[in-house]
């Protein structure tokens, strides 16, 4: 079934740790997008890609990195977790060409940062 | 650059009962896109509704109905006999039709309760 996934679905991690947040996509879809929305609140936009070896940074600015080298795989690094980038990070995918272009969104990663 | 506004940051509504969740937009554009996401707590957003905005007879599905004013830059959600599955974050999204974009504009939602 086509389907976009993220994993973990939660992580408790220290201070100055590395993490990778994976994010992937079955339905063939080109643009791929990461937000940031912390409990409740507004999502904010801080990358994303139209294609493999293309990525933006968004509108919030944000201390981590992604890398588009397979179309169905957007993952997200954070290099030293820090308790500010306690949130929770949703990712997304879009097909290309005309029409609406509608966002489908994973199941989303809860992080939190000690 | 558009923004978004939902004036409404919390809504209430009786189970079987007709709510309204609104959403305004500021743009320049003439030709765009708009949608409702629903977000249940602790569950995935998914898409509720969409509007393309040279369409305007207004967007259906099922007990979901949107209310569409271009000129007013209005876009309002109806939610028909409100059942309890329906208690969730509502988000209102703008997208621009220009060639190469892709990104939506979001609202800041509305937390819709239902009450049995």
Known sequence: ?114 | AQTVTQSQPEMSVQEAETVTLSCTYDTSESDYYLFWYKQPPSRQMILVIRQEAYKQQNATENRFSVNFQKAAKSFSLKISDSQLGDAAMYFCAYRSAGAGSYQLTFGKGTKLSVIP
């Not at chain 1, 590395?18 to 996509?25: D, R, W």
């Not at chain 1, 936009?45 to 890398?67: A, F, M």
């Open chain 1, 1 to 114: 079934e086509a389907d976009i996934y993220q994993t973990p679905r939660y992580l408790v991690i220290g201070t100055g740790k590395k993490i990778t947040l994976e994010c992937s996509q079955t339905m063939g879809h080109d643009k791929m997008y990461w937000y940031q929305q912390d409990p409740g609140m507004e999502l904010h936009l801080i990358h994303y890609s139209y294609g493999v070896n293309s990525t933006e940074k968004g509108d919030l600015s944000s201390e981590s990195t992604v890398s588009r080298i397979r179309t169905e795989h957007f993952p997200l690094t954070l290099e030293s977790a820090r308790p500010s980038h306690t949130s929770q990070y949703l990712c997304a995918s879009s097909e290309g060409g005309g029409g609406y272009h509608e966002q489908f969104f994973g199941p989303g990663t809860r992080l939190t940062v000690l």
